[in-house]
Each structure stands twice: as C-alpha cells, then as structure tokens.
C-alpha cells in the first residue's frame, strides 16, 4: 500500500523534481509535488512525496526529517490519510 509524505520548510526555490530526487536517494518515488500558491503559481514552502510502501516511507523520512535543504531545515513526517 502507497504511503504519502508531507514535507514541509522547504526553500521556495525547490521544485518537484528537486523534491523527487531528494527522497529517490532513499527508496523509489511514485509521486512528488510541491504545492503552489494558485495565484502566482510560486511554491508555498512544503510538498508531497508518495513511496509504494510504508516502510519506504518510513525510511525516507528517517533519512530526510531535519535534513538542511537550502539552508531550511526539512520537517518531514507521514500525510494523515484522507477520510471518505
């Protein structure tokens, strides 16, 4: 089952496939997406990653969580799952 990851603090200059890159060092990466501001179109300082896996994930965010990224330390924790 996939597991989703909420990244926050990140540099407004990283893109997604900087965020990709970043967490396909530690397992394999079905999605990343940062979020942006609809207006401007401009990064609103945190993304999404999704891994196949929970305990991709948990690796990831293990090796990611307090990570300094462009001089921002990286909060990097588990998306709560939507309820229907």
């Known amino acids: 089952m996939a ?9 407004f200059s990283i893109s997604s496939d900087d965020l990709h890159a970043l967490f396909a060092e530690h397992g394999d990466v079905t999605r990343a ?6 207006r401007s179109g ?3 300082g945190f ?5 196949p ?3 991709a994930a948990q690796n990831a ?4 969580h ?7 330390r990286l909060q990097v924790n588990l998306a709560c799952p939507l309820s229907s």
Request: hydrophobic fraction near 45%.
């Open 66 to 72: 307090g990570k300094s990224i462009a001089g921002r």
């Open 42 to 44: 401009l990064s609103r």
């Open 61 to 64: 965010i293990s090796a990611t």
């Open 33 to 38: 997406q940062i979020a942006q501001d609809r």
């Open 3 to 11: 597991a989703s990851i909420l990244v926050g603090n990140l540099a």
């Open 47 to 51: 993304g999404c990653v999704e891994m």
């Open 53 to 55: 896996s929970a305990a």
